[in-house]
């Protein structure tokens, strides 16, 4: 039972463009949720990240909404970037002391 | 550069042998977290250890062990070793102070292993 997912697994966007990527979760014990960006070669680096306390994360470019009611949370890179282009992993955690990652959505974005 | 060292980074041996991957957090950081990455998969959570304690065990086959020694490092040993264990090996490490896992990881970049 995957508990952390993402259903796509590519995404495209022209630079300049907003890119969306979604991610579900189903464990209602998850408090804590993260963005991870991975290039070819390199071990994933944090992103952005919420608590369940809040609806919204913003950081420059980057902002994280969380919706509990429907276990969705997404990530808005605005605007887009070719050196944007990576794997990004949604991660959502609990006191028990693990993160559960989704497989990943792969970016590209074009000039 | 995140801080945390593996070693080695690529690894290619046989099925059946027995292999370790080793890792060193970033300083201060008491939580080491082992992860698997398959071919185009997600990051599969595997142990964490804390401050040198196990404290969180995900899918581990059995013929994978762990430990975390006092100077905090850690090693991923992996034995009997099949083709399907294929796979990057990621370790992270996290300060958690209260023991809990409310922050971000800081991952190292990977040991590679090839099973022949």
């Known amino acids: 039972d995957q508990q952390v997912k993402q259903n796509s697994p590519s995404l495209s966007v022209q630079e300049g463009r907003i890119s969306i990527l979604n991610c579900d979760y189903t464990?209602?014990?998850?408090?804590?949720f993260l963005w991870y960006k991975k290039y070819p070669a390199e071990g994933p680096t944090f992103l952005i990240s919420?608590?369940?306390?809040?609806d919204k994360n913003e950081d420059g470019r980057f902002t994280v909404f969380l919706n509990k009611s429907a276990k969705h949370l997404s990530l808005h890179i605005v605007p887009s970037q070719p050196g944007d282009s990576a794997v990004y992993f949604c991660?959502?955690?609990?006191?028990?002391?693990?993160?559960?990652f989704g497989d990943g959505t792969t970016l590209t974005v074009k000039p | 550069d995140s801080g945390v060292t593996q070693t080695p980074k690529h690894l290619i041996t046989a099925t059946g042998q027995r292999v370790t991957l080793r890792c060193s957090p970033r300083s201060g950081d008491l939580s080491v977290y082992w992860y698997q990455q398959s071919l185009d998969q997600g990051l599969q959570f595997l142990i964490q250890?804390?401050?040198?304690?196990?404290?969180a065990k995900g899918n581990i086959l059995e013929r994978f062990s762990a430990q975390q020694f006092p100077d905090l490092h850690s090693e991923l040993n992996l034995s009997s070793l099949e083709l399907g264990d294929s796979a990057l090996y990621f370790c992270?490490?996290?300060?958690?102070?209260?023991?809990?896992?409310?922050?971000?990881?800081?991952f190292g970049e990977g040991s590679r292993l090839t099973v022949l």
């Open positions: 991660a959502a955690n609990t006191n028990a002391g693990k993160s559960t």
């Open positions: 250890y804390y401050n040198g304690e196990e404290r």
């Open positions: 464990n209602s014990m998850f408090d804590y």
């Open positions: 992270a490490s996290s300060v958690d102070p209260s023991g809990g896992n409310t922050g971000e990881l800081f």
């Open positions: 919420i608590s369940s306390i809040k």
